[in-house]
């Protein structure tokens, strides 16, 4: 089995335990993942904070911090190839879609490469003589980075490049289901020339590495991407040190059809919306809100799409549907399945684990729709995190808007409408951090990611999001030759 090493302040560390991952297409351990400790954690963190504030790392200016980012982005575009086919083993994710993600995941490291010499401080207009008042963006501290496991990269690549480009230094913790990816990332880390201790990766599990992590007293900043709950004792725990954070959680987000829209576009864009990655992803469009008038008819095209979909190994191209990640998982689903059944929901589609001859052992789940569902049912208020599509009827725009709204979520809508002003209204209605009309799953380091309500605090991509890795100082700089009464507040 291939096994793999901790890096700490530059240097692999080999941890005295490790646990297994499994290659869930194969349905067996295929690796040795390091089980650190709250010992390996310390270790982590003193290395990030020496290297913030005695190493190298601190002399660096914006522009030498751009170049390495930009040649971590290069090692990242060399070594695309090995990762993809490390996250399929590792996580069941399709070498196709790994393929696309990775050969795009360097324009993350460029683009906050070219924002690094453009934190600028401004020279604010004073109201007192003699003063000059300016701002400076520093970076915050030490970063704890994180992850699920659905998306490892991606989801580390838009917390580290801009960590970095402001400044900081970061402790990683993938998750325990998927570290493998982040582990050889952190060897191009070493290779593009960052200097020790200033990006370390941990590995184990939540109460292990995750809790002492967030709980340091010398990390500044927590960058999180998980479950709802998982984020709430995230967040507990920060708040105890007060400790900034950012929050990418979960979502149950609506894909709500018009009968005015192009109905083959929206069966294709909902299909790929929930059963894209086997619905292991944040933005799933787990509910699809229908226009009564054409219930029937579009529920069946849906059907038809989704029953056509090609499951099978994840290394070959032409497969659409893969492996559920790992067995935990695979159980919570089967177990909604159950939910459904005792709920009485109608199934449409699915409903069972896959055992067609192409899935082999693998941990596979039919594409599953139910019909004419229920908005208050268990399987149309919960994150399933699986290739689950719940359909629920509207009968006009303010119902689909009050439906679409009453989720303790608020990640993501797709709308799909030809009608110009019904755009424009839903999109300023609905309470999500992201509003796709006419297209599902468009998403880019340049647009702002995050979530309202449950879904999350802040948001990742884009120019803002450099802002949190940056605290800003205001300097007050005095030119007077006479000191004014200092009992007097100027
Ligand atoms: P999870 O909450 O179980 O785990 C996330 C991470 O938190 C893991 O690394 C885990 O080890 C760690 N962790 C667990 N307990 C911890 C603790 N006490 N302290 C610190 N860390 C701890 O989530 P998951 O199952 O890995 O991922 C699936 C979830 O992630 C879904 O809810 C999905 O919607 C969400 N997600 C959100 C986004 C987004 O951008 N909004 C993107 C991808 C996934």
Request: proline residues 5%.
């Amino acid at each position: 089995m291939k096994s793999y090493s901790l890096l700490i302040d530059g240097a692999p560390v080999t941890a005295q335990a490790s646990f297994e991952s499994e290659d869930p297409f194969q349905g067996k351990p295929w690796a040795l993942i390091p089980r650190a400790t709250a010992q390996h954690v310390d270790a982590a963190v003193e290395a990030a904070y020496r290297a913030l504030h005695q190493g190298p790392w601190s002399g660096f200016n914006a522009t030498q911090r751009g170049a390495l980012l930009r040649r971590l982005g290069d090692l990242l575009a060399e070594h695309s190839e090995t990762l993809a086919s490390t996250e399929v083993r590792d996580n069941g994710k399709l070498l196709s879609d790994m393929r696309k993600q990775l050969s795009y995941e360097p324009q993350v490291f460029y683009y906050y490469a070219g924002l690094a010499d453009k934190i600028e401080g401004s020279l604010l207009p004073s109201d007192k003589a003699d003063i000059l008042n300016f701002t400076r963006h520093e970076p915050v501290g030490v970063v704890a980075i994180i992850t699920a496991w659905n998306a490892p990269i991606n989801l580390l690549a838009k917390k580290l490049a801009p960590a970095l480009a402001a400044g900081c230094t970061v402790v990683v913790k993938p998750s325990e289901h998927a570290s493998a990816s982040t582990l050889e990332l952190a060897t191009l880390i070493e290779k593009a020339g960052f200097p020790n201790g200033v990006v370390n990766v941990v590995t184990g599990f939540g109460d292990e590495v995750g809790s002492p992590l967030v709980s340091h007293s010398k990390v500044s900043k927590v960058a999180f991407t998980g479950s709802e709950n998982t984020g709430k004792r995230v967040y507990e725990l920060a708040a105890r040190s007060l400790k900034k954070v950012t929050l990418e959680l979960g979502g149950k987000s609506p894909n709500i059809v018009f009968p005015d829209a192009n109905l083959e576009n929206a069966a294709n864009g909902v299909v790929a919306g929930v059963f894209a990655a086997s619905g292991q992803t944040c933005i799933a469009g787990a509910r699809l809100l229908v226009h009564r008038s054409i219930l029937e008819e579009f529920s069946e095209r849906v059907k038809s799409v989704a029953a056509g979909v090609r499951m099978g190994n994840p290394m070959d191209l032409d497969t659409e549907l893969g492996p559920i990640a790992n067995r935990q998982q695979f159980e919570k689903i089967r177990q909604y399945l159950d939910i459904a059944r005792s709920d009485g929901a109608e199934l449409l589609l699915g409903g069972k684990r896959a055992e067609r001859p192409e899935c082999g052992d693998g941990l596979f789940i039919e594409p599953t729709i139910y019909a004419r569902g229920d908005n208050q049912m268990r399987i149309a208020r919960e994150e399933i995190f699986g290739p689950v599509l719940v359909i629920i009827p509207f009968d006009d725009d303010e119902q689909a808007i009050a439906i679409a709204n009453d989720s303790p979520y608020g990640l993501a809508a797709g709308v799909w409408t030809n009608d110009m002003r019904r755009m424009v209204h839903m999109s300023g209605k609905l309470q999500v951090g992201t509003v796709w009309i006419n297209t599902y799953r468009a998403v880019s380091f340049m647009s702002p990611f995050g979530g309202y309500k449950a879904s999350g605090i802040g948001r990742e991509n884009g120019r803002e999001a450099i802002y949190a890795y940056l605290q800003t100082k205001s300097v007050w700089l005095s030119t007077a030759t006479n000191v004014p009464n200092p009992f007097i507040m100027r």
